[in-house]
């Protein structure tokens, strides 16, 4: 198994990122997932039987030096790193007029400032495997909503990804972007329902990622958006 492809992802133990973890550990990847709750970390491991391909940490996403030490311990634990899912994230779900501010900069700097860190944090690790560079963003971040800033928040992943992918491309690394529509997650929890009208799973999502992730050496997806049937915007 030391030979078998590494993955980070933030965010993952819940949601999407649990269950891009679960399919590459189904698909012989090793897996590191970070998450701010012990505990959700914890009953995802058990969950899972505490493989020993699985490594849980607990950090901030938006921390650069918990992001670093997530990298850190990673490579020191399965030897090498392929792959960078930036995965963690959050929404408000209020506007910019009507809003409550105390909400944003944890959501600016979680879902912005985040998947900049791990790019920064992995860019050695991924040199020396030309891995791949993975970022959640939303189809939110490709269309216009009145008011939303969770949305403005994902218009700048969408150009990081594209600006990460002109740097790093030179060193043999591949960059993807991955906007969701609508996903059935924890996401919804704060909203306090979920949307009208037919959901993605975590899992029918997380099959477009992982289809990205195991395409062969030399070919980058840069970006794919994946909507379930019958959402319109």
Request: charged fraction near 20%; charge should be negative; glycine fraction near 12%.
């Amino acid at each position: 198994m030391s030979d078998s492809r590494v993955a980070l992802i933030t965010g993952g133990g819940s949601g999407i990122g649990a269950a891009v973890a679960r399919r590459l550990l189904d698909a012989g990847h090793r897996v590191a997932v970070t998450g701010r709750g012990e505990e959700r970390l914890r009953a995802f491991a058990e969950e899972l039987g505490r493989p020993e391909e699985l490594l849980t940490l607990v950090g901030n996403a938006a921390e650069y030096d918990q992001v670093q030490a997530a990298v850190d311990a990673t490579v020191k634990e399965f030897g090498r790193l392929d792959t960078v899912v930036a995965n963690a994230g959050f929404a408000t779900h209020d506007t910019v007029a009507a809003g409550d501010p105390a909400g944003w900069p944890d959501m600016v700097l979680t879902n912005v400032l985040g998947p900049a860190l791990l790019i920064r944090a992995s860019i050695e690790a991924l040199k020396e495997t030309k891995g791949r560079i993975v970022l959640i963003g939303s189809v939110a971040g490709h269309v216009f909503t009145p008011g939303n800033l969770y949305g403005a928040t994902k218009w700048a992943v969408t150009g990081l990804a594209e600006n990460a992918r002109r740097e790093v491309t030179e060193f043999g690394v591949g960059v993807t972007l991955v906007s969701p529509g609508r996903v059935e997650t924890p996401f919804w929890d704060s909203y306090g329902s979920l949307p009208p009208g037919h959901l993605l799973t975590a899992d029918q999502l997380a099959e477009s990622i992982v289809w990205a992730i195991r395409q062969p050496a030399g070919v980058d997806i840069n970006s794919v958006t994946v909507r379930p049937i019958g959402q319109p915007n």
